[in-house]
Every structure is written in structure tokens, then in C-alpha cells.
């Protein structure tokens, strides 16, 4: 989305990161080049405890099980799923709020994970967090100033008097008047405090964002505020954004590319385009068909492929499969016995097209994969039945763009998952 | 006759910081069978119309100050406490948004459900418990019998809201207010849910009423919807002829301010500016004026009736053939609406007049936001943006995103 000149230009300004002080990258790829972010086998797991004098532990919820993908510099990735998924954790551990248990998050060819506390301060300064909750994610005692001037002041950046001066900027940059610096966040509106997070997250000039379901508490008419907010940010500044959030919708507004997750997996990674167009797996195309359109022309038309059940425990993750539980795909194959005992491979189907499941061909070209994005006829397919209202061929503009189904040309699996 | 009629409803909250203005006026009619999507965001009075409808504000703040509320040729405000509690659950059932905070944590679903049951009509336990099981098996929940053992925290959150469903549908309603159902769920589960509701209310012949900030989820499950903003009914129409001709410069706002899962690549999202008015201070004139692209000066001053959008025609308040009615002096044309901003030529939507309630300064909770600061407010906004230096240092491009939402 950003230009590449816009990013390097705004690297070299008086108090842009400093490159070269992120100490010895120990045979990694140096600064500047690659991929800004490379999440290799990350994992993250809360110990369950039990007792009180003797404290055992007596499993662990597998919030993140090993996630692996990559985020070039500009681009924003979506990580979307359902509550318990884990994709909070994902970005809580990318930027060490959490300590993952496993794997390797490479930040700018840095492993941040083996980083000690003054390496990953400095190398914080380039990664920043949009919290969801803009009631919770603001200091009430502080003002709105000395909120988006911490950042500066805990990096020692600038004299006060050029911190003022920078809140003001930020202030400016986020849309709101440089003179609410000195008010506190129970005067400003959900939509205004959103903004005040967004200038705090900006004050250090970072190179990734990562934003937490930052429109999810606010009202419908201020999240569109926000999502234009973000991304014409992210224009002028060159962010990239790691964007987490429930609603598909949203996430494929914003996103270059969006990653699914199930019960602590990546279940599929795609363009955001082909992600909507052609989901190939069995959750995204029925995350996909669960996501309301406000058309009832193409609510008529649209049959919903209505999951069974309740997300499984993370504590205790169905093996083979985590999604074989509730499959329908499952069912429909008569219960093939690989997706309960062997757990598949996140594999290459297309180009930048990855998939965890076994029969991912069955699901590309199937009617529930056109019906979930609501171009499909609505005749015949054997889903189960959500549409109750009489079948309205043709109708809105929904119908329209895109490749015809099922022309979509399957490569020889071969590529295979980074760095296991 | 309709199943149900609002006339003119005021609702009035007092509190320590004034008066709200919860609900200004409000009516609208609902048949038997007959679905009813009321959209809005919070605060803007749905809630608290359907509160009012079963005499459940929280007292002593709320207060119905006006109208009239009949059911099935009963006048619900004249009805006695005990009348009206036998009324709900029996005829009207409601089920809220967090299925936690409608069950009772220390007593089993078998115990709440049987009560429930028990209340309302002269059974055993025995028989009250067979139709408990019965209920759950129909909502869907697996091992019925053993479940109801069970206590609410026990269950998921799509599981508590069937279980209230289940109740809510136990006696046979009338009608069922079901007031943000699946907001508080993942999209799977709502999908169920909704899914749920819809077969249930539609084989029992229940009418409902569905309170949800949501316009996918009213427009796959609703005949007809009023949109809300600021306690007044801005646009009530059924729900196809809405989505195909939004009127109100309000509706055509949210529905350009959300995000499709079926857009066109590099659809852009037109945000409403600014935010919802204060209830305790509502405007003189329209209350979404001061927010609205469309406003004339009019608007400023002068609070429009709701009125059919063809004038002249007959005011039909039920069923498919329901008149189209908005509440606005200068709607939008249909082009307008498709592309979410007004396009006619040399159009710009009026200023404010001197001395208004100013929109864009923070909460004036002791902090007088005068003029001076809400010039500063459109200037940071709206101002040549390239005065100001940009977070990295870079002056910042002239705003050639003219036709960006934001400006």
C-alpha cells in the first residue's frame, strides 16, 4: 500500500529509527532487507495450574501451537477468527508481552525472542500495539498529551519542549485539535480516545503496528472513522499494520492478506482477494458464509453453512484436525479417518495460497465456497438449509466481478512450511 | 388491529447530570408473525423503546412521560404491576444480549427453567421438567436431561443464549424482543442462533421484535425496519424496499460506513462524522443535523416530522405493502445514496449557525467548548493538513484524497 520512497524517506528523519543500533544479528539477513516480520513455529502456552501450597501444573492451554508466516514491509495483515483462537496472543507475542514458549519471531532479521531487556526495549520502539478497548487502554489521570508523550519520554527522545511540540504533530496527524493535548480521556468520545491510542502508537515512528481489534468497541458510524484513519496512515508513513480482528468484513476491508486461525493454528493464508473469492478451507468458507451482508436481496439468495457446536477447548485440542470436531466437509466425505488422527499439513495449493487441511481440492469449486461469499445461484446445494426465504436468482451487484468459479488452476503441492 | 401499538413514546431518564432524552416520539405498529428489525446505535433509544414497551425501565430514573403502548387490545401503561408481570414471559418474552446476566448463576437451568414454566401455567414439576427437556431438544442442546443439572457457567455463551431462547419460547409468546441476541457471540455461533430464532418465531407464528446495531443481521432476518437515532424513528420502511432505496442521509451513512464482505475491491468506507449527539442536549432542529452532508439551514432549526418518503400517499403501518417513511427535509436522490455523498452540483451542507452545541470538542463535562475551539477542530480536521508536519517529520502530501470520507 505504501510507497517504498515514502518508507525510506520517513527513515531518515532526525529521530527515525536507528538501524543499525539493533546489536549483533548473529548471521541473520541485515536490516532493511527481507520481510519486516518472519513468525517461525511461534508458540505460546499458559501453564494450567492446580493446588495451592504445591502448585503443579496439570496441562497448558495451547493459545498459539505453532504459527509460522511472514509480513513484507508496507503490507497489512489480517489475522481474523473466532474468540479463543488466539490471534490476540499471536500479537501479544510478536512484540513480547508475552513470552512465547517456542519458535522464532524475526523482526527485521532480529530474533526478538532471545533478545535481553535493553536489545528488545530498543527494538520496541519500532513496534507498537492499538489496544481494543479505548476506555481501558488510556491512563484516566493522565492527559491526553502526557499519554501520547510516554512513549517518548520512556525512549528519551527529544527535550520536553520538543515533545510538546511532537504531541501537537501527533495530535494533528490523528485528526484531533492540538489543544485537547491537556484535556483527559473522559472528555473525549470512544472514537476520539481510538485516536488518542492511534497517535500514542505513532509517537515513536514504528515500523509495524500491531492493532488489537481496534474498532470493535466503538460505534458503527465512528469504526469507519478509524479504518480510514489507519489507512491513510499507513500511506503517508509506510506502516505495516498486523490487523486483528473477529469480523471478516472489516479485516478484509484493510488487509493485503489475511491469515484464519482455529484453535491456535493458521488454517489458511491467502490474499485477501482469494480468501474471499475461493476459501479453501473448510472454516473460512464457512466463517465466510456466518458473515452477514447487509442486502437482503443477497441474504435471500446465500445459504449459510451452519457450524455444529462450540470451539473446542485450547487445553485440550481435538487431535488429528483441530477443526475435524465440526467439519462439514468431514461429514460430507463420509468421515475419513486422516482428519481425526493425522494433523495436515499447511500446504501450497496456489500461489500464495496456503491450507491445512486434507481434502482442501473438494472445497475449491464447491457450491458451499461460492454460496459463503454470496455469489453463488443458491440452486441445489446440499448445505444446510439457512436461506428459509424463496430463492431470488441474479439480484444485486454482489453477483458481479470475478473470475468464473472453479477455473482455478491447482500447482503441484511443493512448498512448503517455512522454518520446520 | 395490530398485535402491537406504540404511539408517541416519550422516555425520560433522570439524572444527577439532567435529563436524557431517551426516546422523543416514537411510534410504529407490528402484526401478528410479523417481523421487526429496529437498527441504531447505542444510545439511540431502541433499547429503552422495547423496555418501555414491558414496563421494565429502571426506576426511579426512567420515566414514560407520553404515549401510548397497546397489546392485543390491552393498554399496557394502564395495566397493574401484577397484571403486567403476568403479561411478560407468558405474552411477551424478551431475551437480551448477555445471556450471563439474564440467568441466575447459583440455580441450575433446571430449576430457572421449571420455575419459569411454573409460574406462568398450572403444571407439576414432573410435566414442567418433561417440557424443560423438550425445549432444550429443540433448541438443539444434546443430552437434554442431563444438561439441565447444570449451571449457567457451565454452558457457553451460544448455549446460554438457546437456553434462553428455549425459555423465552416456552409459554408460547406473542412476541418475543430479542435486544442485541448475538452480539455478544462469535459469527459462527451467531449464524446458529439467528438461525434458531428465525425457525422458531416462524413454525410458532410469534411475532418479534430484533433490537441490533447490525444491518446484515436485520436484513437477513426481518420484514421490516425502523432506524433510530437520537430517540426518534428516522426511517421505517420493509426491509427490502430500505436496502434498495435508503432515504434518510442517516441510513445511507451506515450503510456506506461499514464494510461488506462482498465489496468490490477498493470500495472505500464513507464515515459519518463527528458522533451521536448528547441526550441530555438534544439540537433544536433535526438531531442528526450537525453530523448530516445533506443538511440545509433549515435543518438546524427545524426537527422534521416522519412523513411518507412519495407525499401524499396513505400511511400504511404493517405488512409488505408497509409505506416507505422518513424523517428528513432534503433526503438524498438515489444516485446520492448509491455513492454516499450528496453529488448535486455546487451543493455544500449548511453551516452551523452561531451559538449551536459545538459537535466536535470533547464532552463539555465542565469544559466549555466554544467557538474558538471547534474553528481549531475543523481546522485539524479539515484545514490545510500539510501545515502540519507529519509524525515522521515529513510535511504531508496536500490532501489529494479529496473524495476521502475523512477530509
Redesign the interface.
Given at each position: 500500500m505504501a510507497s517504498a520512497e515514502?518508507r525510506a524517506?520517513?527513515g531518515a528523519?532526525?529521530?527515525?529509527p536507528a538501524a543499525g543500533a539493533t546489536g549483533p544479528a548473529a548471521g541473520a539477513t541485515g536490516p532493511g532487507a527481507g520481510p519486516l516480520l518472519q513468525v517461525e513455529g511461534l508458540t505460546v502456552h499458559f501453564p494450567i495450574r492446580q493446588g495451592i501450597i504445591i502448585e503443579r501444573r496439570i496441562g497448558d492451554v495451547r493459545a498459539v501451537d505453532g504459527i509460522s508466516f511472514s509480513l513484507a514491509r508496507g503490507e497489512t495483515l489480517g489475522l481474523v477468527g473466532?474468540?479463543g483462537c488466539g490471534k490476540s496472543t499471536t500479537g501479544r507475542a510478536i512484540v513480547r508481552l508475552y513470552e512465547p514458549t517456542a519458535g522464532r519471531v524475526l523482526f527485521d532479521g532480529v530474533d526478538i525472542t532471545t533478545l535481553d531487556a535493553t536489545g528488545l526495549r530498543r527494538m520496541r520502539r519500532r513496534m507498537q500495539m492499538i489496544f481494543q478497548d479505548p476506555y481501558a487502554s488510556l491512563n484516566p489521570r493522565m492527559t491526553a498529551g502526557g499519554i501520547i508523550a510516554e512513549p517518548l519520554e520512556i525512549h528519551r527522545v527529544g527535550t520536553p519542549g520538543e515533545r510538546r511540540e511532537r504531541v501537537r504533530?501527533?495530535?494533528?496527524?490523528v485528526?484531533?485539535?492540538?489543544?485537547?493535548a491537556s484535556?483527559y480521556p473522559?472528555?473525549?468520545?470512544g472514537?476520539?480516545r481510538q485516536r488518542i491510542g492511534v497517535?500514542r502508537a505513532?509517537?515513536l515512528?514504528p515500523d509495524l503496528v500491531v492493532a488489537d481489534e481496534p474498532i470493535s468497541a466503538l460505534?458503527?458510524?465512528?469504526?469507519?472513522?478509524i479504518?480510514?484513519?489507519l489507512e491513510?496512515?499507513q500511506g503517508?508513513?509506510g506502516l505495516t499494520y498486523l490487523f486483528i480482528a473477529?469480523?471478516?468484513?472489516?479485516v478484509?476491508?484493510?488487509s493485503d492478506r489475511i491469515a484464519v486461525m482455529y484453535l491456535g493454528r493458521i488454517v489458511e493464508l491467502a490474499s485477501s482477494?482469494d480468501l474471499?473469492r475461493t476459501p479453501l478451507h473448510p472454516y473460512s468458507v464457512?466463517?465466510?458464509?456466518?458473515?452477514?451482508?447487509?442486502?437482503?436481496?443477497?441474504?435471500?439468495r446465500?445459504r449459510?453453512i451452519?457450524?455444529k457446536g462450540?470451539?473446542p477447548s485450547p487445553a485440550a485440542p481435538p487431535p488429528g484436525c483441530r477443526f475435524h470436531t465440526r467439519c462439514w466437509l468431514r461429514e460430507r466425505l463420509g468421515n475419513p479417518v486422516e482428519c481425526e488422527t493425522i494433523d495436515p499439513e499447511f500446504r501450497s495449493l496456489a500461489t500464495d495460497h496456503q491450507v491445512a487441511c486434507h481434502f482442501a481440492e473438494k472445497v475449491d469449486g464447491s457450491a458451499e465456497q461460492l454460496q459463503a461469499?454470496?455469489?453463488g445461484t443458491g440452486g441445489g446445494a446440499p448445505v444446510v438449509p439457512?436461506g428459509?426465504a424463496p430463492v431470488v436468482p441474479g439480484g444485486s451487484a454482489?453477483a458481479a466481478?470475478g473470475a468464473p468459479p472453479g477455473a482455478r488452476a491447482v500447482p503441484p503441492p511443493g512448498a512448503s512450511r517455512p522454518g520446520e | 388491529m395490530a398485535l402491537l401499538s406504540v404511539e408517541d413514546l416519550v422516555v425520560r431518564f433522570r439524572t444527577h447530570e439532567g435529563t436524557i432524552h431517551a426516546v422523543n416520539g416514537v411510534s410504529f405498529e407490528l402484526e401478528e408473525g410479523e417481523r421487526l428489525g429496529l437498527v441504531g446505535?447505542?444510545g439511540c433509544g431502541k433499547s429503552v423503546t422495547n423496555l418501555a414497551i414491558i414496563r421494565l425501565l429502571p426506576k426511579p430514573a426512567g420515566r414514560i412521560e407520553g404515549g401510548r403502548v397497546r397489546f392485543d387490545g390491552q393498554d399496557l401503561m394502564a395495566l397493574d404491576e401484577a397484571d403486567i408481570r403476568d403479561l411478560r414471559g407468558r405474552e411477551i418474552a424478551m431475551i437480551f444480549q448477555d445471556p450471563m446476566t439474564s440467568l441466575n448463576p447459583v440455580l441450575t437451568i433446571e430449576e430457572q427453567m421449571v420455575e419459569t414454566i411454573q409460574a406462568h401455567r398450572k403444571v407439576g414439576r414432573d410435566e414442567a421438567r418433561a417440557r424443560a427437556i423438550e425445549l432444550l431438544e429443540t433448541v438443539g442442546i444434546a443430552q437434554a436431561a442431563e444438561r439441565l443439572r447444570n449451571f449457567p457457567h457451565q454452558f457457553?455463551g451460544?448455549?446460554r443464549q438457546r437456553v434462553m431462547i428455549a425459555m423465552a419460547l416456552a409459554l408460547h409468546p406473542k412476541l418475543l424482543i430479542a435486544d442485541e441476541p448475538t452480539t455478544a457471540l462469535?459469527?459462527?455461533?451467531?449464524?446458529?442462533v439467528?438461525?434458531l430464532l428465525?425457525?422458531l418465531t416462524?413454525s410458532s407464528g410469534t411475532a418479534l421484535i430484533l433490537i441490533t446495531?447490525?444491518?446484515?443481521?436485520v436484513?437477513?432476518m426481518t420484514q421490516r425496519i425502523n432506524v433510530m437515532y437520537a430517540g426518534y424513528v428516522v426511517e421505517m420502511a420493509p426491509?427490502?424496499e430500505l436496502?434498495?432505496h435508503p432515504s434518510h442521509p442517516y441510513t445511507v451513512?451506515?450503510?456506506?460506513?461499514?464494510?461488506?464482505?462482498?465489496?468490490?475491491?477498493g470500495?472505500?468506507?464513507?464515515?459519518?462524522?463527528g458522533?451521536?449527539p448528547d441526550m441530555r442536549q438534544l439540537p433544536a432542529g433535526c438531531a442528526f443535523a450537525p453530523?448530516c452532508a445533506w443538511r440545509l439551514e433549515r435543518c438546524w432549526v427545524e426537527n422534521p416530522p416522519l412523513r411518507p418518503l412519495v407525499e401524499g400517499t396513505p400511511i400504511v403501518t404493517t405488512g409488505p405493502q408497509a409505506s416507505h417513511l422518513i424523517a428528513c427535509h432534503n433526503p438524498p436522490t438515489p444516485d446520492e445514496a448509491a455513492s454516499g455523498r450528496p453529488t448535486r452540483p455546487g451543493f455544500s451542507p449548511a453551516p452551523a449557525p452561531p451559538g449551536l452545541i459545538d459537535e466536535l470538542?470533547?464532552?463539555s463535562?465542565g469544559?466549555p467548548g466554544g467557538l474558538a475551539?471547534l474553528v481549531?477542530?475543523i481546522?485539524?480536521?479539515e484545514g490545510p493538513?500539510s501545515a502540519?508536519?507529519?509524525?515522521?517529520?515529513?510535511p504531508?502530501?496536500p490532501a489529494e484524497?479529496g473524495p476521502?470520507?475523512?477530509r
Open positions: 515514502q524517506a520517513g528523519s532526525a529521530t527515525g473466532e474468540s504533530e501527533l495530535l494533528a496527524t485528526g484531533l485539535s492540538p489543544d485537547y484535556r473522559h472528555e473525549f468520545s472514537g476520539q497517535a505513532l509517537a515512528e460505534d458503527v458510524s465512528i469504526q469507519a472513522q479504518i480510514n484513519l491513510r496512515l503517508r508513513l473477529h469480523d471478516l468484513s472489516v478484509r476491508h484493510i482477494r474471499n464457512a466463517l465466510l458464509s456466518a458473515v452477514p451482508i447487509p442486502d437482503p436481496a443477497v441474504e435471500a446465500r449459510r451452519i457450524l462450540d470451539v461469499a454470496g455469489r439457512g428459509g454482489a466481478g | 446505535e447505542s457457553s451460544g448455549m462469535d459469527v459462527t455461533i451467531q449464524a446458529q439467528l438461525e428465525r425457525e416462524e446495531h447490525d444491518l446484515g443481521v436484513a437477513g426491509t427490502g436496502f434498495a451513512g451506515l450503510l456506506h460506513s461499514v464494510p461488506r464482505v462482498d465489496e468490490r475491491e470500495e472505500e468506507l464513507i464515515p459519518i462524522e458522533r451521536p453530523r470538542s470533547p464532552r463535562n469544559v475551539d481549531e477542530a481546522e485539524a480536521i493538513l502540519f508536519p507529519s509524525a515522521a517529520g515529513l504531508l502530501p484524497e476521502d470520507g475523512e
